[in-house]
C-alpha cells in the first residue's frame, strides 16, 4: 500500500485540522492504521490508531478528547480530526499503516507503510 497525507497547514491555538490519508494499492480494510507525528527536535511518536474496521480506536493521552481518528474503506481514506488545537501539537503529522492482525502498536516498528508527513503549526 502506499499513503499519501495531506490537510496540514497554519491555524491559531483552539482551532481545527482535518489531516487526510490517502491509501492506494490493496483495499485498506486489509490493514490498521494509525498517525504518529513528530515534533521539532522530538522523536516520532505515535497519536492514534484504528484497527481494520474503525471500530477500535486508540489515543496517545495528550490528544484524547480533542483528536478523533476516523476512516472510509470503500474511499481508501483515513481521517484524523484535530480540534481544540494547541501549539504543542505543532508536528508533522504521518499515517501508517499494518497489515490487519490483533495488533495495534504504539511503536513506529509497528508499521510496515509509511506516508509522507504533512505540516501542523499552531500559533499561540
Known amino acids: 500500500v502506499q499513503l499519501q497525507a495531506s490537510g496540514g497547514g497554519l491555524v491559531q491555538a483552539g482551532g481545527s485540522l482535518r489531516l487526510s490519508c490517502a491509501a492506494t494499492?490493496?483495499?485498506?480494510?486489509?490493514?490498521?492504521m494509525s498517525w504518529f507525528r513528530r515534533a521539532p527536535g522530538k522523536e516520532r511518536e505515535f497519536v492514534a490508531a484504528s484497527d481494520w474496521s474503525g471500530s477500535v480506536t486508540y489515543y496517545v493521552d495528550s490528544v484524547k478528547g480533542r483528536f478523533t481518528i476516523s476512516r472510509d474503506n470503500a474511499k481508501k481514506m483515513v481521517y484524523l480530526q484535530m480540534n481544540s488545537l494547541k501549539p504543542e501539537d505543532t508536528a508533522v503529522y504521518f499515517c501508517?499503516?499494518?497489515?490487519?492482525?490483533?495488533?495495534?502498536?504504539?511503536?513506529?516498528?509497528?508499521?510496515?507503510?509509511w506516508g509522507q508527513g504533512t505540516l501542523v503549526t499552531v500559533s499561540s
Open positions: 501508517a499503516a499494518r497489515s490487519a492482525d490483533s495488533m495495534l502498536p504504539r511503536d513506529v516498528k509497528g508499521y510496515e507503510y
Open positions: 494499492g490493496r483495499a485498506l480494510s486489509s490493514y490498521s
